[in-house]
Every structure is written in structure tokens, then in C-alpha cells.
């Protein structure tokens, strides 16, 4: 199977160029003026953007949590991220205590293989830091193909700070990359306390008791847990214009401390959390939502580079059913987390390019270029001769309304439920396979579900 994308305007990471690219095969062959080469299938992309496919390095499929499990499984999930533009979701498997990182890596693979409709990595979720796991991190960077690992030091199965210690040395010397769920437990707990003894426990203190200085606190810790290593570590879903203030401030001594952040926290505000009818709950995530100074903070930190990537945290709960299932009358039983594969690259291009806060090619670098490097995906993050044809034909003009009925993600609500968008797939390639077009008045799936792969993903350097 072959295919020319005629007259396109490529999108990279430095710079636009208009050209043809040719895919042979799952690989990206020729990019060229004017190619005369035969093809299966020739697309005419004038007026059009070829943009790599967005990598979301952060979901969370089919994952048990908080007495229930996230609705998404790896078909609808994988489905849903095609029809976004999303061509390589990186998703988390916890380790449950006792096991080993194999285990775990092969728990949630024995979940995605034969059922995903792009491309998968996994990120192994140390809870359990015992010293044969911190021996086996070696072995996940060099054999397992996961270089990357997440920590918590919030819930009941966060790590202490000696265990972050070791693994940012462990990573340092053969080439990982520790990834922090940065809030304060602590903190956290006291307010809960209070909130508790007060019996004010409706949805918007949820927000209250994540309190800002509680991502503060532990991006701090983090950043001096690198000082003190050497190493490096990547803060997810950051929330917070101070959370931003402390990765520049480390950042600004040297420090290798990198951030992600999610559509979610560029785009709502706490405001959500007073929505009537208890609709606040559809919002109970941690880190919560923020107010709208944060917004335009996080924006900056994207542009400036102080933010090197944007990923989802999709981990969807319906609103009828799970949300509600215990946390009615508090907000400390409601599973924490919300729905965002399938809004991703529409987003950033909306609120973020429309709106002239970043750059088209800052876009393509926050949702992959940069994703790539980060990660040890070598094989995608660009539209390059060589890289895996994950591709997509993006119609800068094309109106969306947003809502839940024109998606495919398995949950019975979207944050963002009629919000116009301006721009939206045309036509979506996963290694050179179509898995979702345009048809109509919404994006459709229309490649086989059991089609993408485990990537191998490679070490990262080491020093
Ligand atoms: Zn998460």
C-alpha cells in the first residue's frame, strides 16, 4: 500500500515548507516537490497541514482505581485517540505491591495487545520501590523498552523521597527518566481533615484541598532531589501558574526539570467545580482545575519552553454510575479523573494557534516532536523521510462543535461540551494504515482496532 500527499504544508517542529510526502509500506519514503511517483492512493492536501501524529504520553486505560475502573479500554481508548490525531498513546501500568516491573508491563500489555488501534508504549508506576525493583530499572530501560517511569508522592501508594532518590540515580546512570505526580500528601491530608471536621465536602473543595502550594511543595522537592542527584525529572500535568514559577526557578540553576501540561488545565478554570446538580464532580482530577490566572501562565510556560510537552491524563469515569457511585456527599470518594483523548490536537489548535498564543510549529513540537525526544521514540514525532508514516492531514478551517455524541471515547460526558473548534483531522494514518477521516459532520474510525503495536521504546542518554 502506497500513498502521495500531494501539495501539502508540512508542519515540523522549526519551521513550514509545502511539498508531497510518500508513504510506502508504514514508513514515510519520499518528501519532495512535485514527485511523480505512482501511488495506491493520491490525496490532494492543498490548503491543508501534514502534521506528525500527536503523541499522548499520559493516559490511563482500562485502569482500576478508587473502587472502580477507567471506561476507556483499549479499543474504545485507542479508537477514540485515532480519531483525534493521536497515533502513540504512552499509557501507565501500576505496579501492584510484591510485583515486579515485568509484571506489571506485561499485565497491561496482556490488556492492549491485539485490541489497539494505534501504537502503545507503557510507563511502569513504581509503588512498590523495593531494592530488586530499583536493581530491575535497568533492565526495563535495555530490555523491557519502557525508559520511563512514574512516581507518585501523592495517593496511598506514593514513594518516599529516598526511594525518588535512588531512582533518579538509577535512571541518571542507564538512561531513564523519572516522571512525578507532584503534590504534596501531607498538605493534602490536613486540609481533607479540615474539610472533613467543617462537613464542607461538595466538589469545589476537592480543588481547596489540592491546594496550589501543595504542587509547589513537592515540584520543589523534586527539583531538589535532582539538585542532589544530578539527574533529571519530569513533572506531569502540571497545573499551576507557582507550580510553572518553581520548574523555571530550577530550571533557571541548571536543573534538569522538565513539565507537562494537559488541555485541561489551558483551557477550564475552577469556576467548573460550582457547576449545579453536582456536575462539579465531572472535574474532581488531581491536581484540580485552577483559576484563570494559571491559564495564562501555562500558555506562556508552552511558548517559552519552560513546558515541553501537553499530554491528556484521559482517565474517564462516567458521570452516572462511577462518579457518582460513593462520592454524592464527598468529594474525597469520587474517582479522580476525567476524559481528554479525543480533544487533544483540536485544542491546542483552537485555543492555542487560532487564538495566537503558540505557533502551529510549537503545536507540532508540544503534542510530538518533543514528546518523542522525551520518550525514546525515535521512530515518530516528525513527517521525515524514514520515520513511521503517523501522519496526519489536518484541515486548518474545518468547524467542530464538541460533544459527546460525535465522539467515540466510552464515557457519558466531554469537559468541553460545546465548544467551537477551528481545525480538525481531515484524514489520519497510523503507519501508513488509514484509521480515521472526516465524514460528514464529524471525524469517523475507519481502520481495524487490532492493528497498532507495542513500541519498543529506546534508552535515553545516559551521563
Ligand atoms: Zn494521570
Not at 10 to 30: L, M
Not at 85 to 93: E, H, K, P, Q, R
Request: charge should be negative; hydrophobic fraction near 35%; charged fraction near 25%.
Amino acid at each position: 500500500m502506497s500513498v502521495l500527499l500531494k501539495n501539502g504544508l508540512i508542519v515540523t517542529a522549526t519551521g513550514s515548507y509545502t511539498a508531497d510526502v510518500f508513504v510506502e509500506g508504514e514508513i514515510i519514503k519520499t518528501i519532495g516537490t512535485g514527485l511523480s511517483v505512482k501511488a495506491d492512493e493520491t490525496v490532494d492536501a492543498t490548503g491543508k497541514y501534514i502534521l506528525p501524529g500527536a503523541i499522548d504520553p499520559h493516559t490511563h486505560i482500562d485502569m482500576p482505581f478508587m473502587g472502580t475502573t477507567s471506561s476507556d479500554d483499549w479499543r474504545t481508548g485507542s479508537m477514540a485517540a485515532a480519531c483525534c490525531g493521536t497515533t502513540c498513546i504512552i499509557d501507565f501500568s501500576l505496579q501492584g505491591k510484591g510485583e515486579s516491573l515485568r509484571d506489571a508491563v506485561d499485565r497491561q500489555k496482556g490488556k492492549a495487545d491485539g485490541k489497539t488501534a494505534v501504537d502503545y508504549g507503557i510507563h511502569p508506576g513504581i509503588t512498590d520501590a523495593r531494592p530488586d525493583v530499583i536493581a530491575e530499572v535497568k533492565k526495563a530501560i535495555h530490555d523491557y523498552g519502557t525508559p520511563s517511569f512514574k512516581i507518585f508522592l501523592f495517593y496511598d501508594f506514593r514513594v518516599d523521597d529516598y526511594a525518588m532518590i535512588r531512582l533518579l540515580e538509577e535512571t541518571k546512570k542507564h538512561g531513564g527518566l523519572v516522571q512525578v505526580h507532584a503534590e504534596s500528601f501531607d498538605m493534602i491530608r490536613r486540609l481533607n481533615e479540615q474539610f472533613a471536621a467543617d462537613g464542607t465536602l461538595a466538589p469545589i473543595y476537592h480543588a481547596r484541598a489540592h491546594a496550589v502550594l501543595a504542587e509547589e511543595e513537592a515540584v520543589e522537592r523534586a527539583a531538589m532531589a535532582v539538585e542532589f542527584t544530578g539527574s533529571r525529572i519530569y513533572v506531569v500535568h502540571l497545573s499551576s501558574g507557582q507550580g510553572l514559577w518553581r520548574v523555571k526557578a530550577a530550571r533557571d540553576r541548571g536543573l534538569r526539570v522538565y513539565a507537562e501540561t494537559c488541555p485541561q488545565y489551558l483551557t477550564l478554570t475552577e469556576e467548573r467545580y460550582n457547576e449545579p446538580d453536582w456536575n462539579g464532580a465531572k472535574y474532581v482530577m488531581s491536581p484540580p482545575l485552577r483559576p484563570a490566572e494559571s491559564l495564562d501562565d501555562l500558555w506562556l510556560g508552552l511558548r517559552d519552553g519552560d513546558v515541553q510537552t501537553v499530554g491528556t491524563d484521559h482517565c474517564p469515569f462516567n458521570f452516572k454510575g462511577q462518579k457518582d457511585m460513593a462520592g454524592k456527599d464527598d468529594y474525597r470518594k469520587i474517582p479522580n479523573g476525567a476524559p481528554g483523548i479525543e480533544t487533544m490536537l483540536m485544542l491546542l489548535h483552537t485555543e492555542g494557534v487560532v487564538k495566537g498564543r503558540i505557533t502551529k510549529e510549537r503545536m507540532v513540537d508540544v503534542l510530538s516532536t518533543s514528546t518523542s525526544r522525551m520518550f525514546g521514540l525515535g521512530s515518530k514525532g516528525a513527517v521525515a523521510a524514514g520515520k513511521d508514516a503517523d501522519i496526519v492531514v489536518f484541515d486548518p478551517k474545518r468547524k467542530f462543535t464538541i460533544t459527546q455524541k460525535k465522539l467515540h471515547q466510552n464515557v457519558d460526558y466531554t469537559p468541553w461540551e460545546g465548544w467551537e473548534m477551528t481545525g480538525m483531522p481531515q484524514v489520519v494514518y497510523s503507519r501508513g494504515r488509514k484509521v480515521a477521516e472526516w465524514n460528514g459532520d464529524q471525524v469517523k474510525f475507519v481502520g481495524e482496532p487490532a492493528k497498532g503495536k507495542f513500541v519498543t521504546r529506546e534508552p535515553l542518554a545516559a551521563f
